[in-house]
């Protein structure tokens, strides 16, 4: 742990924040790369679901290769491989290509995201690792934010190659500050003192028998894949109400960068003493809430105007952030041994991917069926229902911890 100056979790949050970038790069590209490029809306629609598909893939592989190979070398290597994939990118001339190195860019994020909460840990004191991962929680919300709201104006004044260059110089400021700022892995190896240290398979079989990665990952996979279905089409919805692009890009932005308010207060009300379990059956409850006022009808039309319809969308968002950092927090805990973190936060980030790339479609197919978003709100309270209840297992295995 680092004496003086910035603790190394800060910039622990700052990589996550550059890798999150690369995924939130993409969206406000996608008209200039179909007339630049002639990439088609599949072609789009392909490009933006590569990295949900890259961590429903290799997640769990990645995590086990984090806890083997360390951890602050995994994230360097995922910086490295995110920032060159990037900036090669700029020279992409077709569709296969960017493609190509949309993959690598998705492999470059499961290397910074698997590694990041154990880092996380050895960096504070335990009293502090609810608050500061409130702050890791956000890192996704925060990277969208950021490239939902400055992508469209870079765009505008200059090129998406730019913008891909920009970012890709991003992540490799990232890779000096943890390089110079973060402890190196021999300083902190764990001394191999059970059998599910030993190698690869059997912290994967402890793992995957245990009930607390199970608990955590399902989690975050309700969690997910209702916040990415509501945002993900929130340009269209406002762009149907007659809003323009850019002031729902503005709108969209700070609906996402909302979600850093309840990652924070999931940090404070752990360390006020409010159980993982009521934080996150409270995150569950309030979206559930939040997404009936902002989408159900009465006789054909909005209940509530759409004002009133943003601000419970911004609540939606807001409130969801305590969620996924409750289930970072717990999944430190819950993890079978310690040497399995990186791997029940790789299962957690793969189920994770599964929502997010499930979740969008779920969403629009219902709308397609009702011929309109009235019935959303039925889609994420029936999973914020399921949450519920599997905070109620949380809470049996958290409590089995303090027996």
């Known amino acids: 742990m680092a004496k003086r100056g910035l603790n190394p979790s800060w910039i622990i949050v700052a990589a996550g924040v550059s890798a999150s970038l690369h995924v939130g790069k993409l969206p406000p590209a996608v008209p200039v790369l179909q007339q630049e490029l002639g990439i088609s809306l599949v072609q789009a629609g392909f490009l933006l679901s590569t990295v949900q598909v890259a961590g429903m893939a290799f997640g769990l592989v990645v995590g086990l290769g984090a806890d083997k190979w360390g951890l602050r070398r995994s994230m360097l290597v995922g910086l490295a491989l995110i920032a060159l994939s990037s900036m090669v990118g700029a020279a992409a001339t077709g569709f296969a ?3 190509a190195l949309r993959v690598l860019e998705g492999m470059g994020f499961l290397l910074i995201a698997m590694p990041a909460p154990g880092l996380i840990r050895r960096s504070v004191k335990p009293s502090e690792l609810g608050a500061r991962m409130g702050w890791w929680g956000s890192y996704m919300p925060i990277g969208s934010a950021i490239g939902l709201f400055l992508g469209p104006w870079v765009l505008q004044a200059t090129s998406w190659q730019t913008w891909w260059i920009a970012l890709g110089c991003t992540s490799i400021l990232a890779f000096l500050a943890v390089w110079r700022m973060v402890p ?14 030993d190698g690869c398979r059997p912290r994967l079989a402890l793992t995957l ?25 929130l340009p269209t919805l406002y762009g149907q ?17 909302a979600n850093l308010l309840g990652n924070v207060a999931s940090g404070k009300l752990q360390k006020r003493g409010w159980s993982p379990a009521r934080c996150l059956q409270t995150g569950f409850v309030l979206m559930g809430l939040c997404a009936l006022l902002a989408y159900v009808q009465v006789g054909g039309e909005p209940l509530a105007p759409l004002w009133l319809r943003f601000v419970a969308v911004f609540l939606f968002s807001a409130t969801g952030g305590l969620i996924p950092a409750t289930l970072f927090t717990t999944a430190m805990h819950l993890a079978p041994s310690p040497s399995t973190v990186s791997t029940t936060v790789g299962f957690m980030q793969q189920w994770s991917c599964v929502g997010q790339f499930a ?3 779920l969403v629009a197919a219902v709308a397609m069926r009702m011929g309109g978003w009235q019935f959303t709100w039925l889609v994420t309270g029936s999973m914020c229902v399921l949450g519920w209840l599997l905070a109620l297992g949380v809470n049996r295995c958290w409590g089995r911890l303090k027996v």
């Open 184 to 197: 190196a892995d021999a300083a902190h190896a764990l001394v191999a003192t059970t059998p599910s240290n």
């Open 97 to 99: 290509w960017l493609l």
């Open 209 to 233: 028998r245990s009930p607390g990665p199970w608990l955590v990952s399902l989690g975050f996979m309700l969690y997910s894949s209702q916040w990415m279905g509501v945002i993900g089409f």
């Open 359 to 361: 979740g969008p479609p």
């Open 241 to 257: 109400a007659g809003l323009s692009a850019k002031l729902a890009g503005v709108l969209t932005a700070a609906v996402a960068a």
